[in-house]
């Protein structure tokens, strides 16, 4: 299962957890999904829609 908005197509980045000292480490920013109901051409759909899609659409 892809982490990944079925209506934006925000995805997962990468980057770096950077401690006090300044060491770099790889980590990934995952997007905030969450399970929603959808009518599309009358038929419920459960998409995994990111929480700013949420809030745009009002979903």
Do not use: Q, W
Request: a positive charge; charged letters at 25%.
């Amino acid at each position: 299962m892809a982490n990944k908005c079925e209506i934006c197509g925000k995805g997962p980045i990468t980057g770096h957890s950077v401690s006090h000292s300044n060491r770099k480490t790889k980590r990934r920013f995952l997007p905030n999904l969450h399970k929603a109901k959808v009518m599309i051409n009358g038929e419920i759909k459960v998409l995994r829609v990111c929480s700013d899609c949420l809030n745009k659409y009002k979903i």
